[in-house]
C-alpha cells in the first residue's frame, strides 16, 4: 500500500473535504474566470455540476478505506 493511501486512511475525514473541495472549486473556478452568469430559471451554466464534488469524493475515499466490497455496500 502506498504511502499516500496509508495517509489517507489514517486522516479520512481531512482527505474527504479537501478532494470534495478540489473537484468542485476545478469546477466553479473556471466558470468564474471567464464570466459564467447564471440567472434565475436557467439550467446551464448553474452551480449543479460542482455539486458532485462531494458525491465523487465520498466514492474515491469509501473505496480507499472499505475497498470494493465497501464501494457496493455505499451504492446499496
Known amino acids: 500500500m502506498t504511502q499516500l493511501k496509508v495517509a489517507m486512511r489514517r486522516h479520512s475525514v481531512v482527505s ?3 478532494i470534495a473541495y ?3 472549486w476545478a469546477i466553479w473556478i473556471p466558470m ?3 464570466g459564467t452568469r447564471t440567472y434565475q430559471g436557467s ?3 448553474s452551480h ?3 455539486l458532485f464534488g462531494p458525491i465523487a469524493a465520498a466514492f474515491v475515499m469509501w ?3 472499505g475497498g470494493r466490497p ?3 455496500d ?3
Open 48 to 50: 449543479i455540476p460542482g
Open 63 to 65: 473505496a480507499i478505506v
Open 43 to 45: 439550467a446551464w451554466p
Open 22 to 24: 478540489a473537484i468542485f
Open 70 to 72: 465497501g464501494v457496493k
Open 16 to 18: 474527504f473535504f479537501v
Open 32 to 34: 468564474a474566470l471567464v
Open 74 to 76: 455505499l451504492l446499496r
